[in-house]
């Protein structure tokens, strides 16, 4: 077995991708090498201090101990097979494998056991239920979660880079129009004079209740369906009711959710903030009174999940309301894949080839 290990980003010019590339070092993740993918059109791209960006083929992605995948859930469900196949532990952070029964779907504080039921791929969750699970872990675990409501606050970054460009370009046309400086359009007020190309509707200045998509006629989004199958699937516990409205802000790097938690036995607000602050990648900050609690600001560019406004629901006695907090490119995405490889390294669960993997 390996102790440092060649790893390959696959999404290596995405804003998760580039982080995948950097948090194995800032985090002294055993890695040799690392080499970056991404489509034919970066081909040849040069990554500062890592060489340059490869294309994907079957020559290409052979001699991988590690895969860490952040391209999309088609590239994925195309490649992350091949490099299993070829020797590579595959950790996917799209969409792709979530639900798979025989894929563990992990949180390197909640559910790391689940590792070793794995064939070769290990995904990712979403960036807004791995927050939440963070943070509901410990309440799960001393008092039973029976009901989750929960409404978030999701920043354009987790739409991808050409969303983060849409916000921008929109603010500055909104911007320069109250302003009076020449633009382009007529539109008066916040209306924005560019069509929207990434989202339905214009997100500067806006809060757009549909985060990810409706598909097949449903009424939930995909975003939403997947906070409320993830979060059961983590947990390990498919009775918990869940609600979730997922909204997508005009802010770039954070996502906050307001979460009502209803427990099975009696929880008060002090002893579900002890739990907290002893619980691993969890930072409480509650002082109210101060104005002190989680904020987007604060969160960007750290790895801690940040929980406050804990309090009781005056609706009903067994339920707690908290606002949950976390950088949804690091914790939400990047590092939970570098987490889960370091457990993986400490279990001796990497470097072992496919060939040699219990099926
Ligand atoms: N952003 C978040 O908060 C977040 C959180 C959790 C999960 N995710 C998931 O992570 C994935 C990437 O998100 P992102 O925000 O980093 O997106 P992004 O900034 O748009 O980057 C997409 C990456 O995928 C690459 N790519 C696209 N088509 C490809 C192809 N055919 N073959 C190889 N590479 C290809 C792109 O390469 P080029 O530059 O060459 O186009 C780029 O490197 C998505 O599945 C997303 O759902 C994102």
New binding site residues.
């Given amino acids: 077995m390996a102790d440092d290990y060649r790893v390959a980003v696959?999404?290596?010019?995405?804003?998760?991708?580039r982080l995948m590339l950097r948090v194995p070092a800032e985090r002294n993740f055993p890695a040799r090498e690392i080499v970056g993918?991404?489509?034919?059109?970066?081909a040849g791209t040069e990554i500062e201090g890592l060489g340059t960006?490869r294309?994907?083929s079957d020559e290409s992605i052979g001699g991988f101990d590690l895969a860490l995948f952040?391209?999309?859930?088609?590239?994925?469900r195309q490649w992350a097979p091949r490099f299993a196949a070829a020797g590579a532990i595959v950790v996917d952070?799209?969409?792709a494998w979530r639900m798979n029964d025989d894929v563990p779907l992990v949180v390197s504080e909640v559910n790391p056991d689940a590792l070793a039921a794995h064939h070769g791929i290990v995904a990712?969750p979403?960036?807004s239920t791995?927050q939440m699970v963070v943070a509901l872990k410990p309440i799960h675990e001393a008092a039973g979660i029976e009901r989750l409501v929960i409404s978030t606050y999701q920043?354009v970054?987790?739409?991808?880079?050409?969303a983060v460009e849409e916000l921008a370009r929109q603010a500055q046309a909104v911007l320069a129009h109250r302003q009076g400086t020449p633009h382009t359009g007529a539109a008066d007020g916040l209306e924005v004079p560019i069509q929207p190309r990434v989202y339905k509707h214009q997100i500067a200045f806006n809060a757009l209740p549909e985060a990810g998509s409706f598909a097949d006629g449903d009424d939930h989004t995909d975003e939403e369906r997947k906070l409320i199958n993830e979060t059961r699937k983590i947990l390990g516990d498919t009775s918990i009711g869940v609600s979730a409205t997922c909204v997508r802000v005009p802010v770039f790097v954070g996502h906050s959710e307001a979460v009502n938690v209803q427990t099975r036995q009696p929880l008060s607000p002090e002893h579900a903030r002890q739990l907290l602050d002893a619980a691993p990648g969890v930072t409480v900050l509650d002082d109210p009174a101060a104005s002190r609690y989680p904020l987007a600001t604060l969160a960007a560019g750290q790895d801690d999940v940040l929980v406050g406004r804990i309090r009781r629901d005056p609706g009903h006695e067994r339920a707690l309301d908290m606002w949950i907090v976390a950088d949804?490119?690091r914790k939400?995405?990047a590092t939970n894949a570098v987490q889960i490889a370091e457990v993986m390294h400490q279990r001796g669960l990497l470097g072992i080839g496919a060939a040699d993997r219990v099926a």
């Fill in positions: 696959v999404g290596a010019t995405g804003q998760v991708g993918f991404a489509s034919e059109r970066s960006v294309a994907l952040s391209a999309g859930a088609s590239v994925s952070n799209s969409s990712n979403n960036c791995m920043a970054s987790g739409t991808g880079k050409e949804n490119l939400g995405a």
